[in-house]
């Protein structure tokens, strides 16, 4: 039973355009929710965070909000580069300090 | 450069073989953990070990040990492979309670034939 869901394993956007990724969780004991990103033959990297206690977070072209009482987050990235292709992993944390990640959605920025 | 190293990076292994899969960091962090990647499955934990001296079991330790040698260093062992551990495997570290979440090696990708 997945606790945290990607229901799009795949995403295709326009270079400039906004994309927004989706996240839904089952656990009301999650505290913490991360994204990841990871490109080929590369371990994932941090990219954006937030509190259960917060319900949007900003770090320069990234934004995560959280919709506690429907259980769902997501990411947006504006405006997305070429750069930005790559697999994307929502995670969320839970006691001692474990991450539990969803399966991952693949992003494909067109130039 | 400061962060995870794992080795090997590759590896192929018979069913019924054994290897260890070893990970060391260098950023003085108290927590490590041990991932597997598979498609469609997100990254789901083998073993952790919160702090040196201690390791626990996560959601999928069917098949596998761990030992934390020290701060620095937390490896993985398959006693006999079995063709359902081919994946890539990911180690990574933290601090105990930092919302900054973990820093990832480049993984081992590992097929069992």
């Known amino acids: 039973d997945q606790q945290v869901k990607q229901n799009s394993p795949s995403l295709s956007v326009q270079e400039g355009r906004i994309s927004i990724l989706n996240c839904d969780y089952t656990?009301?004991?999650?505290?913490?929710f991360l994204w990841y990103k990871k490109y080929p033959a590369e371990g994932p990297t941090f990219l954006i965070s937030?509190?259960?206690?917060?319900d949007k977070n900003e770090d320069g072209r990234f934004t995560v909000f959280l919709n506690k009482s429907a259980k769902h987050l997501s990411l947006h990235i504006v405006p997305s580069q070429p750069g930005d292709s790559a697999v994307y992993f929502c995670?969320?944390?839970?006691?001692?300090?474990?991450?539990?990640f969803g399966g991952g959605t693949r992003v494909l920025v067109k130039p | 450069n400061a962060g995870v190293t794992q080795t090997p990076k590759f590896q192929v292994l018979k069913t019924g073989q054994s290897m260890t899969l070893q990970c060391a960091q260098d950023?003085?962090?108290?927590?490590m953990y041990w991932y597997r990647q598979d498609p469609g499955m997100g990254l789901r934990l083998i073993y952790y070990?919160?702090?040196?001296?201690?390791?626990d079991k996560g959601e999928v330790p069917n098949g596998y040990n761990v030992s934390r040698l020290n701060k620095r260093e937390f490896s993985l062992r398959l006693e006999s492979a079995a063709p359902s551990q081919t994946s890539v495997y990911f180690c990574?570290?933290?601090?105990?309670?930092?919302?900054?979440?973990?820093?990832f090696g480049s993984g081992t990708r590992l097929t069992v034939v």
């Open positions: 995670a969320a944390r839970a006691a001692g300090n474990k991450l539990t």
């Open positions: 656990n009301s004991m999650f505290d913490y």
């Open positions: 990574a570290s933290s601090e105990l309670q930092v919302g900054d979440g973990y820093t």
């Open positions: 070990s919160a702090s040196e001296g201690t390791t």
């Open positions: 937030i509190s259960s206690i917060k």
């Open positions: 950023m003085n962090h108290n927590s």
